[in-house]
């Protein structure tokens, strides 16, 4: 152990202490609250927990590294899977060199390092070389991947079948919560013990999946949103993934990568594979692990560079039926209520009534939009907005121009097609022609039209997706052929935005998001489902990454009916727009949605720069809540919404947080129904509304507010209240 490397990364409050002996892979010993200890503290630590076997020379222990081994004798899932002609399968990789940030390490080295952190290894058996990266962001959130090298002169391809990080959890976590969903439910919440053996959630659909968990959290029992202390595993990959939770003797691990179909990475000798990124985080309660992404994918999102625009979305209002007269009142229409950003949805392109023909041709349909889109997009503009168009780039109709002029374009592993889902195929970007021809057709739309805004959809899952003519898998390679895409438009157009939407929530990771600037949650905007799906996708996502958008009063989705406030209140906090058709709109309804808007507006700030906390996810019958509380803690705006069913009349509601030394000014914006006149407590009733100046509003202590809360009526279901608190003095 004397000639160990010892890497301690550290951030504010989170350490990783690696150590990395003789030359085998490293080890993870400590990932969790930031320690501060000395060198020979950390040295006596590495050493401590060493075991000798029998005679130092038999039944050696093995603690698992980063990537364990089979040939060391790991006997869960190995952390490489490869094989080169049914041999190669077992590697042994031996480390050549250590580097911090670039600075090679030496043996017997201890350091403390705020960065990443490279292990260059290989095996001179297998011939295989590989790379380990791990990196600790300064927010505290830890990514890793590695590349794997096939250094082997053979002809033999080197397969890759699987590379599977191992990040430690302590034991002491026994408690999981994963997700599941379907299509306009996405991110129902899962909580189950960790027991023995492997829990694992696969996503085998082409991309992240509706029903997709998203990311694993473990933590201590009864963990909440703001305490206990959690672990949370997210792979950043929007084709096939995986993610699981592995308990053996005295360990648990988070396992994660991209989940690989055969044949699907073959390396001739000199290639390489490289993983996705694979994230965790660690905190105590899920908001603090959960603000360790927000701040990653806020240094890299053009959404983090100014104002979220409010957006009307015109898909709700008239579908398919697209008639220029019609959308162009309806951009008067929105303009007039404050919105900002105008985006036309799906039916303005060639064919396309429905949606069983048209994708693959993007030029305007002639019926529709005879002088094409160029008009309306300069009515828009000219009305002080922005303009945004929907696109399906990745799916072709075989109902198309596209289809029948290049038939050879089309995803299959077999002669035959694969089954339709939503009358659609996969157009193969893989293919260079038609990569190309794809994204010459956006960069000419993006400028011809004048497109600040694209909402990128992707409504089908990928099933046999194979490369026409020889069949083999082609997910890997058309996810990252879109990656490359996104990141290509993003080049030639540096103030393009791009919203990633699959069919709704079907397409939420970090891959996708380093790439687009906010995500569509769901199809549903139903404000009781809408509620909850907001809360858990914003485990992973900020809020103004988050569309989130009014509907109609009658959910196209439920067919439940809610009023204007509700529906505005729970969509408050996320990046608003709307989705109804307001010609549509009685006088009142437009004079209370228009307030919305503009006190939305007057906050958006707050919410795009604050931190998200949540509450009440662990009973059902109370209330529960959204909330975003400014950095410096001087203001804070929260949702609250009612209970379906409750025993109890009221319940108290804990504003996450806060400063407790600090006093607030509390107002409020609450419906006339959020109870019987009796129920409803002085703070809420007496409270003047959230459009209030800021030093409105009885002050209460922080402390008080934070730790004991206030009491909230859970007599009516279905309600909401928006409460904001501004530090007084």
Known sequence: ???????????????????????????????????????????????????????????????????????????????????????????????????????????????????????????????????????????????????????????????????????????????????????????????????????VRESRRGRTGLDATMLVAAGTPGFGSDDGEVWVGHVGFSGNHEHALERTDSALAFRGGELLLPGEVRLRSGEEYVTPWVFGSYGVGLDAASHRFHDFLRARSRSSRRPRPVTLNVWEAVYFDHDEATISALA????????????????????????????????????????????????????????GLWVEPEMINEDSDLARAHPDWILRARPELPALFRFQQVLDLTNPEAYAHILATLDDLIRDVGISYLKWDHNRDLIDAGHPGTGRPAVHEQTTAVYRMLDELRRRHPDLEIESCASGGGRVDLGILERTDRIHPSDSHDPIDRFHILRWTGLLVPPEMLGSHVASAVSSVTGRTHSL??????????HFGIEWDIRSLAADEREQLAWWVSVHRRFRRLIQDGRPVGGGELDPSGPAMRGIVAADGAAALYTIVTPPVAADTRARVRFSGLDDKRDYRVTVSAPESLGPPWQVPDWIRDAPGIDADDDAGVAFSGAVLRLVGLEFPTFHPERAAIVRLTAAG
């Open 565 to 574: 406030p509700y529906r505005c209140a729970v969509a408050f906090l996320g």
């Open 332 to 387: 008067t229409e929105a303009s007039q209520l404050g919105v900002e950003r105008f985006v036309l949805d799906d039916g303005w392109f060639r064919g396309r009534r429905d949606d069983r023909a048209g994708l693959g041709d993007w030029t305007p349909d002639p019926a529709a939009w005879p002088g094409g889109l160029r008009p309306l997009a300069e009515h828009v503009r000219g009305l002080g907005m922005e303009f």
């Open 1 to 199: 152990m004397n000639e160990a490397r010892i890497v301690h990364l550290v951030s504010e409050d989170v350490s990783v202490i690696i150590v990395q002996d003789d030359d085998s892979l490293p080890v993870i010993l400590h990932w969790g609250v930031r320690l501060p200890v000395e060198d020979e503290t950390l040295r006596a630590f590495a050493a401590a927990e060493e075991r000798p076997g029998l005679e130092d020379v038999s039944d050696l222990p093995y603690r698992a590294s980063v990537l364990p081994e089979h040939s060391a004798g790991w006997f869960g899932r190995p952390g490489v899977e490869v094989q080169r002609d049914g041999a190669a399968w077992s590697p042994r990789f031996s480390i050549r060199a250590v580097a911090l940030d670039g600075a090679e390490m030496a043996a017997g080295e201890l350091r403390t390092h705020t960065g990443a952190v490279t292990f260059f290894a290989h095996d001179a058996f297998t011939e295989i070389e590989l790379e380990l990266e791990i990196d600790l962001q300064s927010s505290g959130l830890l990514r890793t991947r590695t590349r794997i090298r096939n250094a082997s002169s053979s002809p033999a391809p080197l397969e890759v079948g699987s590379v599977l990080v191992s990040l430690p959890i302590p034991v002491r976590a026994n408690e999981a919560l994963d997700f599941t969903g379907r299509w306009a439910h996405e991110r129902i919440p899962q909580r189950h013990p960790i027991v023995h053996g492997l829990h």
